[in-house]
T-cell receptor, first 118, second 113 residues
Framework: EPEVTQTPSHQVTQMGQEVILRCVPI?????FYWYRQILGQKVEFLVS????????KSEIFDDQFSVERPDGSNFTLKIRSTKLEDSAMYFC????????????????FGPGTRLTVL | AQSVAQPEDQVNVAEGNPLTVKCTYS??????LFWYVQYPNRGLQFLLK??????LVKGSYGFEAEFNKSQTSFHLKKPSALVSDSALYFC???????????FGAGTTVTVRA
């Protein structure tokens, strides 16, 4: 069964450094998402992406964050200058597309990347 | 804004007994409701969803959930729990016209042999 994959599983970085989290969505999916979960808190939506542009973003997704689909398979989340409070589990998700054009109802999640900022 | 409440941090049941994980939601308009399960070191795995139609929906691994509009609830159930059902369960909601999911805090289910 196809799955969303994410690399690395764990990333440790120093405050102020740039990090890139990578995701390979399921191959026929065209809507992509990033969520994060700070330890002990709820899973929170960050951004959705379709047709090479952001379709929606939350207030968390400020100028320090960016997303990109650099090729036909990868979907990345970049944090330009990490802060201590960026430490969290980051989940990538994807959805196939409906015939009518929107994403289907179900989002399929990857295993997550645990980001630790020191 | 939408929100989800999972009132129990933990649910403990004996194997073979019924399992219920509670979820209530708040959303404008018709809700799309989901249950996901997370096993250690794994991602969020989709279990089931309610979009429209029959209030009782069936999903993977013998789980089902009942949508109750008047009580704004979407409780997850399994008639006979297995030890392998021990995991973290998340309820999520989104409005019909928005694609971002709002999650509950999660409920840890422990099924003892």
């Amino acid at each position: 069964e196809p799955e969303v994959t994410q690399t690395p599983s764990h990333q440790v970085t120093q405050m102020g450094q740039e990090v890139i989290l990578r995701c390979v969505p399921i191959s026929n999916h065209l809507y992509f998402y990033w969520y994060r979960q700070i330890l002990g808190q709820k899973v929170e939506f960050l951004v959705s992406f379709y047709n090479n542009e952001i379709s929606e973003k939350s207030e968390i997704f400020d100028d320090q964050f960016s997303v990109e689909r650099p090729d036909g398979s990868n979907f990345t989340l970049k944090i330009r200058s990490t802060k201590l409070e960026d430490s969290a589990m980051y989940f990538c998700a994807s959805s196939p597309i409906e015939l009518a054009g929107g994403p289907t109802d179900t989002q399929y999640f990857g295993p997550g990347t645990r980001l630790t900022v020191l | 804004a939408q929100s989800v409440a999972q009132p129990e941090d933990q649910v403990n049941v004996a194997e073979g007994n019924p399992l219920t994980v509670k979820c209530t939601y708040s959303v404008s308009g018709n809700p799309y409701l989901f249950w996901y399960v997370q096993y250690p070191n794994r991602g969020l795995q989709f279990l089931l969803k309610y979009i429209t139609g029959d209030n009782l929906v069936k999903g993977s691994y013998g789980f089902e959930a009942e949508f109750n509009k008047s009580q704004t609830s979407f409780h997850l159930k399994k008639p006979s729990a297995l030890v392998s059902d021990s995991a973290l369960y998340f309820c999520a909601v989104r409005p019909f016209n928005d694609y971002k999911l709002s999650f509950g805090a999660g409920t840890t289910v422990t099924v003892r042999a």
